[in-house]
């Protein structure tokens, strides 16, 4: 295996335009350039001449360059002190947090532990010992994190041997996947291009460019459900409540609102929200779930919040970016947001007011993944996160960024 490069500067290597994808159905396929921003919503400088609100200090830099990769970073997941990269040439890589010297140091992985199956890995997700990757080549596929050793081994992939055996020779368990093709429904046929976790981590929800959703057991990674023709188009994101409402994103526009009643068996529509002038690309929660954030290739970011009666109605849009909206990830109250410009940029909500506290540079790429982390034992008047973003510029930055308490 080559060898990968630490730097403690943030020197970015080239980016090569032709890594973008080529399908009409595909969100990479949309431009990076964007539509226009949305002119309906409040905007966000709007907002902060109108209630004279001025954005606290923030400090920020980046503190590391985690290079060396031979392809773009597709995805992010932190799992104790390892950094799980997932590349769009099937590896899964792991850097390790040496918190004593805050150096991030490679972890050397033989090819059969660290890739599998054919093209990008689209989400990582950790529970436990166990790290869930979704995968171009329509796969989920399980891996063993051994802490002790710093190496991944596979476990299984989804669908399971077991759970197709159990399908293939009873015609009702096939659906229709395309004018002249069959397949049963355990089965994602495109891209696997999101995954999350339900609160109690009994259950894996996957989404895929073949509009579906399927929710899977963690036990024994048995497929339970699949919700068919979820959206019109490739479904890009999801996110899930602690009520356990599925949010949806959507290359149709739309956000959709997933939930499972009580004495149910299955899951229901329970609301379409319809904001985006393009394709969405990115969802992330509050950390109480009030709020939701969304990201498109409009290059706004659109603040859902939670009304009286329970539903979610558009407060505002954070706008900024000059490109499409990539990431989002939520970090206790600040929401971090990467985009096709190359930047991402760190806002804060104060009593519904939003406000950009950063704009992070370096990347030479559009910046393609997020994953962030708090520092509680930081004593100070601050508070200490590092946000870490893969790029399509093949590069990973590691950022620190010291906020004021609101």
């Known amino acids: 295996m080559e060898m990968i490069g630490y730097n403690q500067t943030c020197c970015s290597s080239s980016y090569n335009s032709d890594q973008s994808q080529s399908s009409n159905l595909h969100p990479e396929s949309l431009p990076l350039y964007s539509q226009p921003t949305l002119t309906s919503i409040p905007s966000l400088t709007s907002q902060l001449n109108h209630q004279n609100h001025h954005p606290q200090t923030t400090h920020h830099h980046c503190i590391a360059t985690l290079n060396g990769h031979n392809s773009y970073i597709s995805s992010l ?48 997700v950790v529970l436990a010992d166990k790290l869930f990757s979704a995968h171009q080549d329509h796969k989920i596929r399980v891996w063993r994190i051994d802490h002790n050793q710093d190496k991944i081994t596979l476990l299984a992939t989804l669908p399971t041997l077991s759970d197709r055996a159990l399908k293939l020779l009873i015609p009702k368990h096939y659906v229709q996947v395309r004018r002249h093709k069959k397949c049963t429904w355990v089965h994602h046929v495109d891209t696997v291009s999101a995954l999350a976790l339900s609160i109690d981590e009994s259950l894996l929800y996957s989404v895929s460019w073949d509009r579906t959703i399927k929710i899977w057991r963690t036990t024994d990674f048995k497929c339970l459900e699949s919700i068919d023709n979820a959206h019109d188009d490739a479904i890009n994101a999801l996110t899930l409540s602690k009520e356990g409402h599925i949010y949806t994103g959507s290359a149709d526009r739309k956000i959709k609102v997933w939930t499972k009643s009580s004495g149910e068996t299955k899951h229901s529509l329970v609301a379409t929200l319809e904001k985006h002038n393009s394709g969405v690309n990115a969802l992330a929660l509050s950390t109480d779930g009030s709020v939701l954030y969304s990201g498109a290739c409009d290059r706004s970011i659109v603040v859902w919040e939670r009304d009286d009666s329970g539903n979610m109605v558009v407060a505002s849009a954070l706008r900024g970016h000059a490109k499409s909206i990539l990431c989002l990830a939520v970090v206790s109250d600040l929401v971090c947001s990467g985009s096709a410009d190359s930047t991402v940029r760190i806002w804060r909500g104060v009593e519904k007011c939003y406000y950009c506290l950063g704009v992070l540079e370096g990347h030479k790429g559009p910046v393609k993944c997020l994953t962030a982390s708090s520092d509680p034992s930081y004593q100070s008047h601050t508070s200490l996160y590092l946000l870490y973003s893969g790029s399509l510029d093949c590069d990973i930055k590691v950022w620190q960024i010291l906020v004021p308490f609101p």
Do not use: M, Y
């Open 77 to 124: 997941a932190l799992s104790g002190q390892l950094l799980c990269a997932g590349c769009s040439d099937k590896e899964i890589r792991l850097w390790k947090h040496n918190v004593l010297t805050s150096e991030f140091l490679p972890v050397n992985l033989t090819d059969n532990t660290a890739a599998a199956g054919k093209g990008a890995v689209k989400s990582l």
